[in-house]
């Protein structure tokens, strides 16, 4: 079975531009999450999708959205890019809310985002 | 609130010494608890997981974990370890009520040859 799988892997912006992430999540699962991860605040929870709809957000500023698609692949975007975007971005998929109790999260390679 | 603790920021061990990376959460029930392992500049890799079946619980590359609900404990061990295992390791606790994943703030293993 294919793991989550992230594109692009690095991505390199500049101040005030935009951009958006993809992840697509294990085949049969239908919530994703995704995380920021940097050196100085850690691993930080964004928000998370379930069958297209946001279920869960973090504490970050509406400059950070996402969806997800009926085939349950998710993109999130962030605007008006600062110094500070500069992060690992993870997604993360899981059978939560699917069926079972099948509880585990897998987690993709992530997008390392450079913002210059 | 749900949360979890990990005791140390960071850990050294020189190889083939035993390894405990040390977890507490704070639930008012017994909840699901992972260990994941991040190797510099890669995904998250499950190593184990607990689901409230047996307390102990044997991972991927001879690490296992003992949830104790009287301490309200989830460490993680290893009895030798190897230059491979420097890496950092989360302990993760999945609150089934909010469907949320709370995370510890890390642990980084070091290995000294």
């Known amino acids: 079975k294919a793991g989550v799988t992230q594109t692009p892997r690095y991505l390199i912006k500049t101040r005030g531009q935009q951009v958006t992430l993809s992840c697509s999540p294990i085949s049969g699962h239908r919530s994703v999450s995704w995380y920021q991860q940097t050196p100085g605040q850690g691993l930080q929870f964004l928000f998370e999708y379930f069958s297209e709809t946001q279920r869960n957000k973090g504490n970050f500023p509406g400059r950070f959205s996402g969806r997800q698609f009926s085939n349950s692949r998710s993109e999130m975007n962030v605007s008006t890019l600062e110094l500070g975007d500069s992060a690992l971005y993870l997604c993360?998929?899981?059978?939560?809310?699917?069926?079972?109790?099948?509880?585990?999260?897998?987690f993709g390679p992530g997008t390392r985002l450079l913002v210059l | 609130a749900q949360s979890v603790t990990q005791l140390d920021s960071h850990v050294s061990v020189s190889e083939g010494t035993p390894v405990l990376l040390r977890c507490n959460y704070s639930?008012?029930?017994?909840?699901?608890l992972f260990w994941y392992v991040q190797h510099p500049n890669k995904g998250l890799q499950l190593l184990l997981k607990?689901?409230?079946?047996?307390?102990l619980v044997k991972g991927i590359n001879g690490f296992e974990a003992e949830f104790k609900k009287s301490e309200t404990s989830f460490h993680l061990t290893k009895p030798s370890a190897h230059m491979s295992d420097a890496a950092e390791y989360f302990c993760v606790a999945f609150s089934s009520g909010t469907y949320k994943y709370i995370f510890g703030t890390g642990t980084r293993l070091k290995v000294l040859a």
């Open positions: 639930s008012s029930y017994s909840p699901s």
């Open positions: 607990y689901t409230s079946a047996a307390t």
């Open positions: 993360a998929s899981s059978l939560v809310g699917t069926s079972g109790r099948e509880e585990t999260q897998y």
